[in-house]
């Protein structure tokens, strides 16, 4: 089986795209604010302080971003690639969080649902609805590749969802004198993020904890190695992700002749996607140490 690993940094472009995301979404919750209370909409202040969350899950993506273009040096040997993912992890936990927030405040309004005025509901909701379509649209190039853009993409991508609930909630307000359906669209959408962080969660943990990346045979990369010319066993191999799009491997092989190494990096490289190998060559196994690591 061939791994291939490619790079999906975020580009400049889309950083700045970032930041224009972060101001317009601050401005938006200010008039959702000011909207709420003249409404007398506690939905849509809801909508308000959810927004400023994702406004500053879109911060914590740039500066992710920005910590993780610096070069390795001093004690970070590895850079500072961890970073996005990092970002990512706490991007992560403030979507659950946002969700579970968003399901209480559902189950509030289904209890005990409070007349609104739907039209003052309905226009700050449109103007919302447009904003958080452009601001996913933004932060969705890269969302496949990037755990800190794709919660960045998912939290854009509910905010769009809870603005055409509102507009929805507004409109039985106005027509129909129903005030229950803003709970009922709340409660949809908190599943929809809950869900989506929950499923994101053993990605990003599976990386922190260094683990191998997903689909990748640790005995296929044995029996790969032993088949190269001069290999006589392998043991002690590790094979980990320092992030999304860089995986690094170590090993020891018995072997005579050290100048298998090239070949050996070769191999983990076309084959499995491995950029980084740290390849100890050994005479016997009883000279390594730390095989039981």
């Not at 969802?161 to 129909?176: D, P």
């Not at 129903?178 to 709970?183: A, H, S």
């Not at 599943?191 to 990748?216: C, E, H, R, T, W």
Request: hydrophobic residues 50%; proline residues 1%; contains cysteine.
């Amino acid at each position: 089986m061939s791994h291939e690993h490619h790079h999906h940094e975020i580009s400049e472009k889309t950083v700045l795209y970032l930041l224009i995301s972060f101001f317009i979404n601050m401005l938006l919750s200010a008039v959702e604010i000011v909207g709420g209370i003249i409404a007398g909409s506690l939905s849509l202040i809801g909508d308000a302080l959810h927004n400023t969350s994702d406004a500053f899950s879109i911060l914590i993506a740039v500066f992710a971003f920005k910590i993780g273009r610096r070069k390795a040096g001093g004690r970070y040997t590895y850079g500072f690639k961890r970073a996005e993912i990092i970002g990512g992890f706490v991007n992560l936990i403030l979507l659950f969080i946002a969700g579970v927030y968003l399901a209480f405040e559902g189950i509030s309004k289904l209890i005990t649902p409070q007349p609104v005025d739907g039209w003052i509901i309905i226009w700050v909701s449109i103007v919302a609805l447009i904003i958080d379509a452009f601001t996913a649209k933004l932060s969705h190039h890269g969302s496949k590749h990037n755990t800190n853009m794709r919660m960045v993409f998912l939290h854009n991508l509910a905010d769009a969802f809870g603005s055409l609930g509102v507009i929805i909630a507004g409109l039985s307000a106005v027509y129909f004198g129903i005030y229950r359906v803003d709970g009922i669209i709340a409660l949809l959408i908190s599943v929809y993020m809950i869900y989506q962080s929950i499923l994101s969660f053993p990605k990003v943990v599976a990386i922190l904890m260094n683990a191998a990346p997903d689909g990748m045979d640790l005995e296929q990369i044995k029996r790969e190695l032993k088949k190269v010319s001069g290999v006589k066993d392998v043991h002690h191999l590790h094979v980990w992700c320092i992030s999304e799009d860089a995986v690094s491997a170590e090993c020891h092989i018995i072997a005579d002749d050290t100048n298998i190494i090239r070949d050996v990096t070769e191999l983990l490289h076309s084959k499995f996607g491995i950029g980084h190998c740290n390849i100890q060559i050994e005479k016997r196994c009883h000279d390594c140490k730390d095989c039981k690591l």
